[in-house]
C-alpha cells in the first residue's frame, strides 16, 4: 500500500510529527537512564574510608603504608623498654632515636607532597607520596643509607628522601615556597613537642638520680636531632629547602644557576659543616635552641653516647 497520497493531508502530517517527537524522547529518556546507571557504578560504596591502613582499598596513593605502621609500633615498643628497663639499655636507645629520625623523615616529605597537592599538583598521590611510604622518598642507598650512616657514626642528621613535585601545576610562587616550607615545619614541630615534654615532665638534673635517665637521655639527644634537621634543611643551598623557600622568587638566570649546583648540594653542605668554623657555628646553634627548649644539654650527650652503643665494644 502506498502512502504517498497523504503528503496533501495536514492531519497526516501532524499525526507523524507526533509520533517522531514521540519517540525522540523516548531515545532521551533511555540515554538518561543509562548515565545514571554508569554514575552509580563508580560511586564509592557507603562507609569507605577515604584513607585506609595497610596498603589495602581503592584508594592505594592515600593508603598509610604499613612500613610507616610498623615504626611506629617499633618506637612505641622501644620507648615503654627504656621507660620500664627492659631490654639492653643502648639497643633500647639506638631504635628509639632511629625509630623517631625515620618518623620525622617519613612525615617531613610526606608533607611535601601533601602541600604540592592541595597547591595544585595533582601527581603526587599516584606517585605514591601520600602513603607515608620511606621505600617511596628516594633510593635505598643514596637518599637512606648515606645519611643514617652519617647519623650513625657522627651524629650528624643529614637530610635524607626526597619527592619529585611538579612545580608547573602549582598555582602561584607563594605555594611553590610552602611546599619547600612544609618539610622543616615537621622538624620544628616534632622538636618542639619533644622538648616541651622534657622540659615539663623531665627531671630537673639528669644526674641526679632519675629512675628513667636513659628514656630522657633518648628523648632529649631526639630533641636535639630534629632541631639539627631543621636548621640545616633551612640553609639556603641549591638542593635543600631553604633554597626551595625562595627560588620562585629569584630570576630566571641565578634559578639556572640553582639548578646546576643542586645535585651537588648535599656534598657542598658536608664539606662546609666539616669546616672547623662551619661546623663550630652549627652545633652551637643546635646547643641554643635545645637549651633554650628547657632540655639538659648534658642529657643531649649522654643519649648521644648511649646512641654510639657500638664505642662500647672491647672495652
Not at 33 to 53: T, Y
Not at 126 to 133: A, S
Not at 224 to 251: C, H, K, M, R
Request: charge should be positive; charged fraction near 20%.
Amino acid at each position: 500500500m502506498s502512502t504517498g497520497h497523504h503528503d496533501d493531508d495536514p492531519l497526516a502530517r501532524l499525526a507523524a510529527e507526533s509520533e517522531f517527537r514521540d519517540r525522540v524522547k523516548a531515545v532521551e529518556r533511555d540515554a538518561a537512564k543509562a548515565r545514571r546507571r554508569a554514575r552509580l557504578r563508580i560511586v564509592r560504596p557507603r562507609g569507605a574510608s577515604r584513607w585506609r591502613a595497610g596498603g589495602s582499598g581503592r584508594r592505594p596513593g592515600r593508603s598509610i603504608s604499613w612500613i610507616f605502621l610498623a615504626l611506629l609500633a617499633l618506637t612505641a615498643a622501644s620507648g615503654v623498654a627504656l621507660w620500664t628497663g627492659f631490654g639492653p639499655v643502648q639497643g633500647m636507645v639506638f631504635l628509639f632515636v632511629l625509630g623517631t629520625w625515620l618518623i620525622a623523615l617519613s612525615l617531613h616529605e610526606f608533607s611535601h607532597a601533601l602541600t604540592a597537592h592541595y597547591g595544585g599538583d595533582d601527581t603526587v598521590e599516584g606517585k605514591g607520596y601520600l602513603r607515608l611510604d620511606l621505600r617511596r622518598y628516594g633510593h635505598p642507598l643514596l637518599t637512606f643509607g648515606l645519611p643514617i650512616l652519617f647519623l650513625v657514626l657522627g651524629g650528624l642528621p643529614l637530610p635524607g628522601g626526597a619527592v619529585m613535585i611538579d612545580s608547573r601545576r602549582l598555582r602561584n610562587r607563594f605555594r611553590d615556597a610552602m611546599v619547600s616550607a612544609a618539610g622543616p615545619a615537621v622538624n620544628v614541630v616534632l622538636a618542639a613537642g619533644f622538648l616541651i615534654i622534657v622540659s615539663l615532665a623531665g627531671p630537673d638534673d639528669i644526674f641526679g638520680g632519675s629512675p628513667h635517665l636513659a628514656f630522657w637521655s633518648a628523648l632529649s639527644f631526639a630533641a636535639w636531632l630534629q632541631v639539627a634537621t631543621a636548621i640545616l634543611n633551612l640553609i639556603p643551598v641549591p638542593g635543600l629547602d631553604g633554597y626551595g623557600i625562595i627560588e620562585p622568587y629569584l630570576s630566571d638566570s641565578k634559578r639556572y644557576i640553582g639548578r646546576r649546583i643542586a645535585p651537588f648540594g648535599m656534598l657542598v653542605l658536608i664539606v662546609l659543616l666539616y669546616l672547623p668554623p662551619v661546623g663550630y657555628a652549627f652545633r652551637a646553634a643546635c646547643d641554643f635552641f635545645v637549651t633554650l627548649g628547657g632540655a639538659s644539654l648534658d642529657a643531649v650527650d649522654t643519649g648521644a653516647l648511649l646512641f654510639k652503643f657500638w664505642r662500647s665494644w672491647g672495652r
